[in-house]
């Protein structure tokens, strides 16, 4: 059973910088799709950014050119740098992992990390 552990949230003033860490436990780490989600209080999760083994990435529209996924394969650990960071970016993230032509609900998550944009 894959093991993902997000870390790096926290509480920042809007403007400021966050940076999401999920390390995962195992060795074949580079061959699966990786993604950010996030639910806020209310609403369904929603994906935020993933990166396929290639390093292709997709954003969604409300964080492109704030957000930047990356992964580092030989670490096993993908990345969420959050910059600019708005009160409605608000929400718990949570790492995915899913083979190439599974639906993230059907790959491996994490437990999530609470992100806290307030002033």
């Known amino acids: 059973q894959l093991q993902l552990v997000e870390s790096g949230g926290g509480s920042v003033q809007p403007g400021g910088s966050l940076r999401l860490s999920c390390a995962a436990s195992t060795r074949i780490f580079s061959i699966f799709v990786l993604g950010w989600y996030r639910q806020a209080p209310g609403k369904q999760r929603e994906l935020v950014a993933d990166?396929?083994?290639?390093?292709?990435?997709n954003y969604a529209d409300s964080v492109k050119s704030r957000f930047t996924i990356s992964r580092d394969n030989a670490k096993n650990t993908v990345y969420l740098q959050m910059n600019s960071l708005k009160p409605e970016d608000t929400a718990r993230y949570y790492c995915?992992?899913?083979?190439?032509?599974?639906?993230?609900?059907?790959?491996?998550w994490g437990q999530g990390t609470q992100v806290t944009v307030s002033s």
């Open positions: 995915n992992a899913r083979g190439r032509y599974e639906t993230a609900s059907s790959g491996s």
């Open positions: 990166i396929t083994g290639s390093h292709s990435t």
